[in-house]
């Protein structure tokens, strides 16, 4: 095939009538219209000077339009890198920057904002609005309806995904074709998705588990999507009765799970439900199931490898457990300090090696060199133990991560930034249990001698720099941060001793 990811995923619906996308305002894009503006897409970009293997950096609002971009990069051969909308300037200039994008496509609103970001990054810049406005569409819309993929192999770069690293820089996760469709593949028959399905779709699309999950999961068993623009709980639940499977994070179920109409008349009909990104609490799984009758099928996975392991479709959904691993993906138990296989049953460094393992991180050989071992096996830093059925389960992390739901946060970037505030010494930032988000972010300072920092000072600073998802929801100052001998944060302390904060009461 000329260009497997286009022509699997995308090329093999052209001219079908089948509806897509069902939008929130009532109407339905077909498969075929769908394609006719990726193909006008992709000549507005060819035209634009990006050229196969050149990034494309997008923050832009969730619409079909959005869906069309990445649909058009795969199809031009450049390498779609989706950002966060919630990302402030400062953190996206790093973005466009550093993956050398030579456009940057933004939300109108934004585009003064981002415009110095794009002039130092040597990026044009384009846009494209909720709406479906925006200079994109004014360029597009005279091009012509098909376009002539671009040829590409398994090996050539899809996408860009950038991940945060526990120390120092984010890193560019490089995902070629090959990851990104053997992934769906196993996907659509490991949970059993058809033509029939129709799923409800209120995740982000600039992620792993919104983008590559489930669209492409959708788009490979030629399926419909309810696309609504973000999880909205009333839209959900209005639309539910017109879904057989949902795809979500475990706030999406927690939220669910607080509403008197989410109950087993509305879920009856219900062929699926997926959860991801996040632990789901074995209570929550429990809920669930006298709620509505339905066990959620817990899978794992990253950004670096697309999906590892999945609960089974058929047969026992084991609460607290990601399941297996995934046909064709092999995954190992190892001694954090030797990287030896441990014996099963023993809690160690979750290991994963398949055709959905990444490339690597883009212009970085060496942090690519510590998390890729040359035979293959990625590192995941999740720390995890299989049962004596096989189930996996994950019991904690040996990297310093937050996830509050269902995105990552790093500490470090957010204890760089209490660093630098007026009056502060040091801190440290930890994640706590949160009701809603699973986790959430507390920040503990240290005063400089004499000094009072101004916390409503410190968050405003936050505010500026960081999305908002990142914003430590509490700053406590200390006398002093708990520290082991080898005068190391003991973070674990914190944690425990704060665990109650958001509690509720
Ligand atoms: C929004 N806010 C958040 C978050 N989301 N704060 C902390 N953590 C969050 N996840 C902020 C909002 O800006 C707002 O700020 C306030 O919190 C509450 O807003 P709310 O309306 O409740 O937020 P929301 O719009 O409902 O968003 C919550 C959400 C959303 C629906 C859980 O975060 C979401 O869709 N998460 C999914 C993330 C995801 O797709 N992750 C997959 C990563 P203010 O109070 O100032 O108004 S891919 C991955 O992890 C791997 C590969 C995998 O395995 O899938
Ligand atoms: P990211 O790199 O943003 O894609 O996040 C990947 C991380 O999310 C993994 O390394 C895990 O720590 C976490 N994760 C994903 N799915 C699950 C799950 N089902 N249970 C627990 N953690 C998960």
């Not at 990253?302 to 457990?321: D, H, K, L």
Request: hydrophobic share 40%.
């Amino acid at each position: 095939m000329a260009n497997p990811l286009y022509d699997t995923l995308f090329g093999r619906h052209a001219g079908q009538t089948a509806p897509f996308l069902h939008l929130s305002d009532g109407s339905t894009l077909s498969y075929d219209a769908f394609l006719r503006l990726t193909a006008q897409y992709a000549h507005t970009f060819r035209d634009a000077g990006l050229a196969p293997g050149d990034r494309l950096a997008a923050q832009i609002e969730k619409s079909p339009q959005a869906l069309a971009v990445y649909a058009a990069c795969v199809q031009a051969g450049i390498v779609f890198l989706p950002l966060n909308t919630g990302y402030t300037a400062d953190e996206l200039e790093y973005f466009v920057t550093d993956s050398g994008a030579r456009l940057l496509l933004c939300d109108g609103a934004k585009a003064d904002a981002l415009a110095p970001v794009a002039k130092s990054a040597k990026a044009s810049l384009m846009t494209l609005n909720a709406d479906g406005s925006g200079s994109l569409p004014d360029a597009a819309k005279d091009q012509p309806e098909t376009f002539e993929t671009t040829a590409r192999g398994g090996d050539d770069l899809a996408a860009f995904l950038y991940t945060s690293g526990t120390t120092g820089r984010s890193k560019g996760a490089m995902l070629t074709q090959t990851n990104l469709l053997s992934n769906a593949e196993t996907l659509v028959d490991y949970w059993a998705f058809t033509e029939k399905d129709v799923l409800l779709h209120a995740l982000p699309i600039f992620h792993t588990h919104g983008l590559f999950v489930a669209t492409n999961v959708i788009l490979l068993a030629g399926a419909a999507m309810i696309f609504l623009p973000k999880f909205d709980q009333d839209k959900v639940i209005e639309t539910l009765p017109r879904a057989t499977t949902m795809m979500g994070v475990p706030t999406f179920y927690t939220r669910l799970l607080d509403d008197p109409r989410f109950d087993r008349a509305l879920t009856g009909h219900m062929r699926l439900f997926i959860s991801g990104s996040a632990p789901l609490l074995a209570e929550t799984h429990v809920a669930f199931e006298e709620r509505t009758g339905h066990r959620i099928l817990e899978r794992y996975g990253m950004t670096e490898t697309n999906m590892n392991t999945s609960n089974p479709y058929e047969g026992e959904r084991r609460a607290g457990t990601v399941g297996f691993p995934l046909p064709g993906v092999e995954l190992k138990i190892t001694d954090p300090d030797t990287g030896k296989t441990l014996p099963q049953g023993e809690i160690g460094l979750i290991e994963v090696r398949g055709p959905n393992v990444f490339k690597g991180y883009w212009n970085m050989p060496e942090k690519t060199a510590e998390e890729l071992r040359s035979d293959g096996f990625f590192i995941t830093g999740d720390l995890g133990q299989i049962d004596d059925q096989g189930y996996v389960q994950i019991v904690g992390r040996n990297k310093d991560l937050i996830i509050s739901g269902g995105y990552n946060i790093y500490p470090k970037e957010i204890e760089l930034l209490l660093d630098e505030q007026p009056g502060v010494l040091e801190s440290a930032v930890v994640g706590v249990p949160h009701p809603d988000f699973g986790e959430t972010v507390v920040g503990f300072l240290v005063a400089q001698k004499g000094e009072t920092p101004d916390l409503a000072a410190i968050a405003e600073a936050a505010g500026t720099s960081l999305a908002r998802f990142k914003h430590p929801r509490k700053l406590i100052v200390l006398d002093e941060l708990p520290r082991n001998t080898m005068g190391k944060v003991q973070k674990n302390i914190l944690r425990a001793e704060y665990g109650d904060l958001f509690k509720p009461a």
